[in-house]
């Protein structure tokens, strides 16, 4: 299954809403996450299930969709929301991950 | 605490074979789904492989048959012996606890296969 997000990168000044896309070339239903990655970092998992926070994760996060389309919305954005996000599915081996966007601070 | 923590990564040249470790603290690996995932450097992340909590295991089709994952219960530890290794295997190998990783994941060990 090929995941595809866009846009690659998306400049977004503190306190607006970042909108990330994410589609897949067939149906993964919810088996869908999301991760955030900094320089020098592993991914971290801000969303799984297509809308299930994770522990830790600020509500100004969110998760929407199924099938093949979904959006990770950043609220609010912070300083510290700055990386790159991966959408990665989880419905059929080999789970496989988006190219991701990076989203820039502006 | 909840930990994964990586080793064995380094330099090899092509052909060779490294094994990397994976030391888990604070749960069992054997009930767990246990996955190593890699990153090239600049790129996206790949997954390479998973153990299953049974003794089922799966790979991706750019290391089938040259890498091979395991584990030693009695360690707490999971394993990916990575044979006939190619300039494109280069890069940071995690390990991940549970479907997709949604569990935590470890630092990461570098692996860098050049001659």
Do not use: K, T
């Given at each position: 299954i090929v995941m595809t997000q866009s846009p690659a990168t998306l400049s977004v000044s503190p306190g607006e809403t970042a909108t990330l896309s994410c589609g897949a070339?067939?149906?993964?239903?919810?088996?869908l996450a999301w991760f955030q990655q900094k320089p020098g970092q592993a991914p971290r998992l801000l969303?799984?299930?297509?809308?299930t926070r994770a522990t830790?994760?600020?509500?100004r996060f969110s998760g929407s969709g199924s099938g093949t389309e979904f959006t990770l919305t950043i609220s609010?954005?912070?300083?510290?929301?700055f990386g790159v996000y991966y959408c990665q599915q989880?419905?059929?081996?080999?789970w496989t991950f988006g190219q991701g966007t990076k989203v820039e601070i502006k | 605490e909840v930990q994964l923590v990586e080793s064995g990564g380094g330099l090899v040249q092509p052909g060779g074979s490294l094994r990397l470790s994976c030391v888990a603290s604070g749960f069992t690996v054997s009930s767990n789904y246990m996955s190593w995932v890699r990153q090239a450097p600049g790129k996206g992340l790949e997954w390479v492989s998973v153990f299953y909590s049974g003794v089922r295991t799966d790979y991706a089709d750019s290391v089938r048959g040259r890498f091979t994952i395991s584990r030693d219960n009695s360690k707490n530890t999971v394993y990916l012996q990575m044979n006939s290794l190619r300039a494109e295997d280069t890069g940071v190998y995690y390990c991940a606890r549970g479907i997709a990783g949604v569990k935590g994941w470890g630092q990461g060990t570098l692996v860098t296969v050049s001659s």
């Open positions: 070339s067939r149906s993964v239903s919810s088996d969303i799984y299930g297509a809308s830790g994760v600020p509500a609010s954005l912070q300083s510290e929301d989880f419905h059929n081996w080999p | -």
